[in-house]
């Protein structure tokens, strides 16, 4: 991902101190919460690992073979855990026509319960270094340690979870191909940087769900959360469409002690995935993705998105908290 959109004032104003009485407020929500089910433990070693896996790949850039291995590799591993698995193949354009060869993968469990949780992530990963210090890596690709493999990461381990375990409600988890390759900042004299250069796979899934008249619940969007030091403000557009689930997922994470993760305080706004599939279905989703207000942090779209980042911690505040969520419902 991707880019702010909406310049971060409320993280100013909401940063600089009053936290504690806002969670003082909300802790009297928690009352009346139902009593928790034994959710299953998030293994960040292992999340680790699937992250690690994909980077070994390469840069998973559409129409390379590191992107089509990787691919591979995702879908016969949803397989093993179990899920239902869809792939969606098709041929996207580009901002600068550049025709993609993209798939999204898709892993269903309980196919037939009407009760769903959407999970999803991208896995493709940035062509370009456009944000790098140095402009002569502009045009090379990125590990995509953190932006990609990440969020996907952390739901391989979900769907390990879910095969060991049931939660008895359906759940779709869908890696999106073609997100990030939007317009890059030194081509933005020639090509208009709007949304729609962004989220390519999941534009055509919204258009094309794998299941006609797909429903689910709600959806959660997992995007760069593997680093260290990673914070998630509510992000305004997650608010403006799903605030009651994020208020329920950032109340969930502080009550399991991930509080300095899930900052309790409103973010500004991000084109990302959730945005189309918002759009397109009707289907109320947030984004946890970490910025605050100096942008994406450091190593976002540069060479230094790579495993160095790569924190197990991070990886299990967000993957523990989203577990909770899917088997407490
Ligand atoms: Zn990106």
Redesign the pocket.
Known sequence: ??KLIYLALSIILFSCGAKSSSETKDITVTEVKKTPVNTPVFDADSAYTYVARQVAFGPRVPNTESHKNCGDYLASELTRFGAKVYQQEATLTAYDGTKLEARNIIGSYNPDNKKRILLFA?WD??PYSDEDPNPDNYKKP?D?AD??ASGVGALLEIARQINLKNPGIGIDIIFFDA??Y?VPGFARDKYNDTSES?CLGTQFWAKNPHIPNYRAEFGILL??VGAKNAVFYKEFTSMRYAARYVDEIWETARNLGYGKYFINANGGGVTDDHEFVIKGLGIPCLDIINYDENG?GDH??TQNDNMDNISRETLKAVGQTVLEVVYNR
Request: glycine letters at 16%; aromatic letters at 16%.
């Open positions: 991902m991707t991208h990963t940035r990125i995509g932006d990609g997100e990030d939007g962004w995007d760069m994406f976002w779209h």
